[in-house]
């Protein structure tokens, strides 16, 4: 829809795992140097962890196009299967076709194994969402480990799921399996405001636009901080944003557009929240009692009159007002008060030194 408004040949922030908009992270490119290194070497058991849209799907389809077609891969991307589905899965995947139980699938997928091994032909095994594995299936996932020969695996095994994969992993009854895991490696978030105007800007381009600033620095900042770096919450603001902005006719994406889509989606930052649904942050914690606050500034001030009441008050006469821009973070606090109280730094400081707390045991200055 907003496509042609914004010169581009295609959307650029669906949410599908297009491996032609993969974005190489330092941890995607590290993630891929361990798969080859895991799948070249026969290490057998590989696990990829990631938080849920960090790109795990993308980046399996990116490298299931660039195997060499020696290669056969097993892809499962729907781990809901119980045993008997998980063999009857992998026979269509393998195109295994004589055989009536559990016992005749193995021997034929021995057979194939070791045929290919012998030829020198890498065998792969790919698991998306193994995070909701059973524990039984992913004991039949350990046995399928025991194919191998005296010096490399027959089988290689990639497992790739959500951070609770690495809790599943760590289960009593599963300790044989995660004994078996050679490598494990992260897919993390994009780390700050600049890998994720590299991100946007790296999509546009792939989509076929010759501006690369259809997103203003505000919004980019904003973008980062309702996402908390995760690619598929930013193409979610992103897409929404430039929906929007095509509907008020805006050819630069500001600020105010992609707060009114994390609105809309509840993905305003955590820091705003509360302010949003009307509640109030509570007021900084003292430092001193009232009493103390009090013989503070009799001392500094050489009389008796409290700035900050008498012994008796709990309140303060002290008020701080912040001010914050809309484009960022930065908070400012402007202090008010009497007009008989230290409006100074300087004044504040001479005020303290008067009263005795700046100095050290020896009447030193701190």
Known sequence: MYAEFYGLREMPFAL????????????????????????????????????????????????????????????????????????????????????????????????VLESRHSRGLRTVLIIDEAHGLSTNVLEEVRLLCNFESDTAKKLQIILTGQPELRTVLNYSDLRQLKQRVALRCEITALPNVEETAQYIASRLKVAGTERTDIFSPGAIDYIF????????????????????????????????????VAATFDMVPRSERGVQNGEEREAPARIFRAAGRAELWAAGNGNGDSYFGSDNSGGSDETFTAISTPETDIVYHEYTSRTDAPATIEELGSAFSRSGLGRGNNGQSL
Request: charged share 20%; proline share 5%.
């Open 225 to 260: 901080r309702c996402s908390e770096g995760i690619p598929r919450n930013i193409n979610n603001l992103c897409d929404n944003a430039l929906l929007n902005g095509f509907a008020a006719s805006e050819p630069i994406i500001n600020r105010a557009a992609v707060e009114e």
């Open 16 to 111: 599908t795992p297009d491996p032609r908009y993969i974005y190489f992270t330092p941890s995607h490119t590290e993630v891929m140097a361990n798969l080859h290194y895991g799948i070249e070497s026969g290490k057998g058991l590989i696990v990829v962890t990631g938080e849920v849209g960090t790109g795990k799907t993308t980046m399996l389809r990116w490298v299931m196009q660039r195997l060499d077609r020696t290669v056969l891969v097993a892809y499962i991307f729907n781990p809901r299967l119980s045993v008997p589905e998980f063999y009857q899965h992998l026979a269509t995947l393998f195109n295994i076709t004589n055989w009536e139980n559990k016992s005749d699938f193995l021997i034929e997928l021995g057979k």
